[in-house]
């Protein structure tokens, strides 16, 4: 027997020791016992990392969605599997059994078929959090077509870089979405985009909004007509265990955005028994995980993992202000939420608004709480620990990223002992090593350094999508043998390790991870931009913001400073998105150079920081007198 739902600390230690010195049987048991196969494999894990090359349960046949509902139908059928909860309060929340799932992810699945969608193709997925999407993902995957998934925040042009980085020739979309008070025109950015994608044959159009929107003849349909002709029954293909499941785009410190490829069996196998340990689900509890699915931890902690379960996931389409700060409070205690897993930048906004429109609310239905997407503050933890978990619902932080596919540091509840601001232990699977600036391990406790892991695990991202070579660079390179995370971190004198943040130029604002690179290139689109560098400084609620500091070219000299920074910002709006938008921009005549010509971010972090009694070493800087011109009038 496998262990695949453990129960305490020394059960922990016993499975982590055994996942480490035979991971193959290891993984293997927890494969057979757990989900459903249409083929075994022959070989549980081959790999390569100076290839990279993984490969986990090689020669195996499955369809995830098989594991995600089918084979719930029997015992579940009549289970909630998706709990909507709208925007707008006064709207019924919409409860969909796994048997209505099965039925409409088929029917999708078959629009989808008919439009002209085979195994291996791809299609970008631009909705925002109603039933379609998780439903629009799953008729993917029983299809065998790629899906991905675009967050419905970005841009047009960001749009439409990813969907020709990965040649889809279909959008699903809708005619518009709902936050707060606020309805968006979906619709209208994806025909901007679409401008400039000549592969996209088809758009389906969920409707929303009922907004006012134009059809393009021969490209765009209305998805309810053709979901209502369709048959409900659907085979599901026959996928290769290493089959790509979909492609997530996510920032990377240089170029365009990077389109992680996640394959079939080993994300299912990781995403769901990390599911099962994490947040300690039991049959009947209700799980609700605020991301959006547009994020990695939407696909794996709304969608894949939790299905794979037979859990009740709830997809939550609104903002936590709306119609005031206690919504949360209010959904909790609505649908008697058990385990709850939302950011700390949320935690930070909610927080702010005090404890009067928690205590409105009965949250005695929490049994765990879960942290993700950035460290945690010490007294953001405190304040969830207290005041939503009412110091009897252990918060679990959960370390992972796009990469990784799944949780790979965490507490696991009512078994590890939860310390302020640790991820605490590596979940089974997982071996994380510290690296120093040469090269090498540090071993023992209490040390810091940089966050890689030795050793493959089933998740993990297995390519960039048409750039292998760039991810072997970005993630193999740094350190020999090991897959390097960006990340630094530190381990204390009983092994738990914290999370100190990015070591490379990602910022991770509010939760979304943003490159410095992308946004540079969008200030330098100003006419009266000459030259700009971004870094972040700490924000009390977003946790980081960014700074830009901005060479001027003559011409934008005489200019009123107040306009070219909202023009900036609308710039980066353009190109990105809003959630890229400068917190602080500050015009200069230079910027800290080496004599190699590049911009020395360091100093201007501390700047930005505030940190500047120890600017370190400027003797190399090729115009050192520039920064204290930077410092005499920083913001
Ligand atoms: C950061 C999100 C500290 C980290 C699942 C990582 C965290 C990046 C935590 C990945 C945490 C995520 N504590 N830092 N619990 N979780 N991070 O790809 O820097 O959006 O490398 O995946 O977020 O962000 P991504």
Known sequence: MSNYHIKHLEEYYQVYRKSIREPENFWEEIAEEHFMWRKKWDKVLSWDFSKPEVKWFEGAKLNITENCIDRHLATRGDKTAILFEPNNPSEEAEHITYYQLYKR????????KEQGIKKGDRVCIYLPMIPELAISVLACARIGAIHSVVFAGFSAIALSTRINDSDCNMVITSDGSYRGTKTIDLKGIVDEALESCDGVHTVLVAKRTNSDITMKDGRDHWLTPLLDAASVDCKAEIMDAE???????????????????????????????????????????????????????????????????????????????YPD????????????INQFYTAPTAIRALAKEGVGLVEKHDLSSLKVLGSVGEPINEEAWHWYNDNIGKKKSPIVDTWWQTETGGIM??????????????????????????????????????????????FPWP????????????????????????????????????????????????????GHNLGTAPIEDAVNEHPAVAESAIVGF?????????????????????????????????????????????????????????????????ILRKIACKETDNLGDTSTLLNPEVVQEIMDHSL
């Not at 206690?326 to 008697?336: L, T």
């Not at 048409?466 to 020999?480: L, M, P, V």
Request: charged fraction near 20%; charge should be positive.
């Open 105 to 112: 992810v088929n029917q999708f699945a078959n629009v989808l």
């Open 243 to 321: 089959d790509p499941l979909f492609i997530l785009y996510t920032s990377g410190s240089t170029g365009k955005p990077k389109g992680m490829v996640h394959t079939t069996a080993g994300y299912m196998v990781y995403t769901a028994y990390t599911f099962k340990n994490v947040f300690q689900y039991k049959e009947d509890d209700i799980y609700w995980c605020t991301a959006d699915i547009g994020w990695i931890t939407g696909h794996s902690y709304i969608v894949y993992g939790p299905l794979a379960n037979g859990s009740t996931t709830v997809m939550f389409e609104g903002v936590p202000s």
């Open 325 to 336: 700060f206690g919504r949360f409070w209010e959904i909790i205690d609505k649908h008697k």
């Open 409 to 454: 540091i965490t507490p696991i509840p009512f078994v590890t002992p939860t310390k302020p601001t640790y991820a605490t232990l590596p979940f089974p699977g997982i071996q994380p090593a510290l690296m120093d600036e040469n090269g090498q391990e540090i071993t023992g406790n209490q040390v810091d350094g940089r966050l890689c892991i030795k």
């Open 459 to 510: 998740s993990m991202a297995r390519t960039i999508w048409g750039n292998h070579q760039r991810y072997k660079d970005t993630y193999f390179s740094a350190f020999k043998n090991q897959y390097f995370t960006g990340d630094g971190a530190l381990r204390d004198e009983v092994g738990y390790y914290r999370i100190t943040g990015r070591v490379d130029d990602v910022i991770i604002v509010s």
């Open 538 to 602: 700490p924000h009390d609620i977003k946790g980081n913001a960014l700074y830009g500091y901005v060479i001027l070219k003559e011409t934008g000299k005489g200019r009123d400073q107040n306009n070219l920074k909202m023009e900036i910002n609308q710039i980066i709006t353009e190109q990105i998105g809003p959630i890229a938008k400068l917190d602080k921009i500050q015009f200069t005549s230079g910027l800290p150079k080496t004599r190699s010509g590049k911009i020395m971010r360091r």
